[in-house]
């Protein structure tokens, strides 16, 4: 028997965007997994070479889709692609297909964004912000719409460090009106050159863009049943639909990632502050269930009251928070049980409070010993790497700096509600019950996880114990190295105040 929600998306019709994204690509393998959706549509933006449809059929050799397509074989055949590019004045979608949705599409959910912190404001305000736009007039024209959800992040009002869910337009430079006519009549340099100006407080263009996004859902979505989602950061699978399953190196794993190579080693960042990290299966169950909620007050709401769209934000619960001190510690939980196999050190990491010691930190730490080592691969032939690849990691902590030395609080209450409304068999069906999750328990999935998909390292003893002989063979060198820098530092230290003496 079909659970409440399972029973709302039997037989519906579905538009999504941001479908090959990580996100996405776990929402849609929920909806098919455990429902009987009709179809769903999913925007591709084409590449040169590759038909859009072969993109989503690369699917069937993923393992995030092999639980779903043992139980459904031909899952994947309910999926129709959209060719649709947010960059484009018109989407890029054709008058053909946009016929199709319209007349089609019962729910809609818009993921596309683009992630990167530096990215150039003209880029970031036409995926981000225009594209929004965009999108809710395609679903104006949608003839049985029943519910829309603009996936946004809980970091879109991060100048202040207590968020609600509620909007904030208030921290806008310029409304996203004013913002989105300046680009049109602007060229993108001179709109590029304007960006400390609109930023004001905002600590990089995703963040800022994606302010702008929720201001234009507030001034425009007009009557649309629409809802809004932030997620935390969003890291690897919890339980669904296998543990610990992620397809990027994006924020915290990104770092993780690093210091299990031995390759970071040093980093800024406040010690008694606060992680916001949620699992992707968390995010995807509170999206699917925050549709179904939109549509039942669609139902309720009065034809001629008009309210503000519905705000849904998850991020660990303040009953069960987790500090950067225990996030790092966690992160080596497991560097014993199944390191990987290509370190080039010893795992660890120093953590600096004050931000202006890390880069003298970093040069001694990163850059010098990636100036040895890349003296050493060019003596044996071989190809330098680790300066350059110091140099990016450098660039990418400090983007991550305004976030690593401030703490956010998150209100969750509609959130919370949400779950209460649910029954208990959808409570366990669409789990995102925060403050029940164990933290050490999901990074040791997380971090296996990393190892298996990131890696690409197998999940078999051979290679958990050729792993567990290198990092014995690395931490004797590394043991010894310091030993002996702490000799000669001794010696120095001695020859010094016999000088002075």
Known sequence: MDTGIQAFYKDKVVFLTGATGFLGKVIIEKLLRTT?????????RPKRGQDIQERIETWQKEP??????????EALKRIATIAGDCL???????????????????IVLHGAATVRFNEPLHVALAI?????RLMLQLAKEMKHLEAYLHIST???????????????????????????????????????SLTPTLLGSYPNTYTYT???????????AGDLPLSVFRPAIIIASHREPVAGWIDNLYGPIALIYGVSHGVLRVISIKKNGFSNLVPVDYCANVALASIWQTSKDKARRHPTKQKQPAIYTLAPNE?????????????????????LVKMIWYPFLHCISTPYLYPLAAFFYHTLPGIFYDLALRVSGRKPRLVKLYRSIHINISLLTYF???????????????????????????????????????????????????????????????????????????????????GIAGIVLWSLIKLII
Request: charged share 30%.
């Open 210 to 220: 994606k302010a702008l996004a929720e201001d234009v859902i507030l001034r425009e």
């Open 88 to 106: 484009e004045p018109d989407l890029g979608i054709s008058e053909s297909d946009r016929q199709l949705l319209a007349s089609e599409v019962q």
């Open 404 to 486: 690593l030395h401030n703490s956010f609080y998150f209100e969750t209450k509609s959130t919370d509600r949400l779950r209460a409304l649910m029954s208990p068999e959808d409570q366990r069906i669409y789990n995102f019950d925060m403050e029940a999750l164990v933290w050490k328990e999901y990074f040791q999935k997380a971090l296996f996880g990393m190892r298996l998909y990131l890696g690409k390292e197998p999940p078999t003893q051979e290679s958990v114990d050729q792993g567990r002989r290198l990092l014995r063979l690395l931490k004797i060198l590394h043991f010894g190295l310091m030993t002996i820098l702490l």
């Open 154 to 192: 809980a970091f879109s009002n991060c100048v202040i460090f207590r968020i609600e869910e509620k909007f904030y337009p208030e921290h806008l430079t310029c409304d996203s009106e004013k913002v989105l006519a300046m680009s049109e009549l602007l060229g993108d340099q001179m709109m590029d």
């Open 319 to 339: 009953r069960n928070p987790l500090s950067n001190t225990e996030f790092v510690k966690f992160s080596f939980s497991c560097r014993e049980a199944f390191p």
């Open 36 to 44: 009987d959706v009709k179809r769903i549509y999913s925007m591709v």
């Open 64 to 73: 995030l889709f092999e639980v779903l397509l043992k139980s459904k074989p």
């Open 128 to 132: 981000n912000t225009r594209a929004t």
